[in-house]
T-cell receptor
């Protein structure tokens, strides 16, 4: 079974500082990897996804992530944090079902706090 | 597009009562997912439908939980009887074809409190 591990359940950064949220995956086949963001009282929204086209993936709101097979990592970064980035971030890996379709397995999430 | 619509947004009920959560996926989407989110266990996939057919229900906690998708535009998740440990946020999500590289579109969730 595939899985993801997010290191650090809480991360705090100053506004304007680099954001780095860590994600490591476990997969027996080339994975599809995703980062989702959840704002308070809302559902999850896709930030970006890796589908084997390019190892550096750019997403919305200035976020990007780099797929590193040798490190089995897919860390999320943003050069300069903004107050509006405060949210919970989930890394996820997708595997296919024999009968078709996908099964998205989420990490435990990282709560990002941005301070003035 | 209105997105994935879930109802109710909040549900408070007493232990032993039946609870029904509802979901309307995005029109044209063939895959529908029910997730449960708790502080202790994070996001768990409960059941997954493709073309209205349940593909994987291995995440359904026990027989008290059941889910149906009678047509492409409606799904329900029922808990009978409900217990306090069922308190969580329940999310419905849909995707166009259910391919492994597709993104999921999530509803706003139903906050369930079982007293």
């Amino acid at each position: 079974a595939q899985s993801v591990t997010q290191l650090g359940s809480h991360v705090s950064v100053s506004e304007g500082a680099l954001v780095l949220l860590r994600c490591n995956y476990s997969s027996s086949v080339p994975p599809y990897l995703f980062w989702y963001v959840q704002y308070p009282n809302q559902g999850l929204q896709l930030l970006l996804k890796y589908t084997s086209a390019a190892t550096l993936v750019k997403g919305i709101n200035g976020f990007e992530a780099e797929f590193k097979k040798s490190e089995t990592s897919f860390h999320l970064t943003k050069p300069s944090a903004h107050m509006s980035d405060a949210a919970e971030y989930f890394c996820a890996v997708s595997e296919g079902f024999t009968g078709g379709g996908n099964k998205l397995t989420f990490g435990t999430g990282t709560q990002l706090k941005v301070e003035l | 597009d209105a997105g994935v619509i879930q109802s109710p947004r909040h549900e408070v009920t007493e232990m032993g009562q039946e609870v029904t959560l509802r979901c309307k996926p995005i029109s044209g989407h063939n895959s529908l997912f029910w997730y449960r989110q708790t502080m202790m266990r994070g996001l768990e996939l409960l059941i997954y439908f493709n073309n209205n057919v349940p593909i994987d229900d291995s995440g359904m906690p026990e027989d008290r939980f059941s889910a149906k998708m009678p047509n492409a535009s409606f799904s329900t998740l029922k808990i009978q009887p409900s217990e306090p440990r069922d308190s969580a946020v329940y999310f419905c999500a849909s995707s166009p074809r259910g391919s492994a590289n597709e993104k999921l579109f999530f509803g706003s969730g139903t906050q369930l409190s079982v007293l």
